[in-house]
């Protein structure tokens, strides 16, 4: 592509040493998040159905049903096709997504954690008994 030059400011480190202002030249890696489609690296390891105009009850069924009932798996991949997809409605809906199974797999390991550390739990509050 090329080659960019570079101007350091000159500056003062903390222990007082002087550092002179320098020039030198980087290689050019082109425009910000304009990755070529053959240089692209995300490849999805479980083909979901999981498309944005989908309802999102539709949506997270179809994910989850893809990973076996794993939530964590799922809110991964949702959370890998939020970073790298470039359409902005596509990032949302699947980020939204993502946070769902996120906080559906955190409920679960809490009360597995509960009972595991052998402190029962309430479905419902404790109510006095009446006489």
Known sequence: MGFL???RK???SKDGTRVKA???KIEDKGEPGRTPKEEQWFEPGVETGWEKGQPESVRRAKVLKAHKGD???SARSMQALSNVTTDRETA???ARDAKFFYRQYRGRERARAKLRRGKTLRVTPKRP???
């Open 129 to 131: 008994k009446l006489r």
């Open 22 to 24: 320098s020039t030198y």
């Open 92 to 94: 949302n809906k699947a």
């Open 10 to 12: 000159g500056y003062t």
């Open 5 to 7: 030059t570079v101007k």
């Open 71 to 73: 939530e964590l798996a």
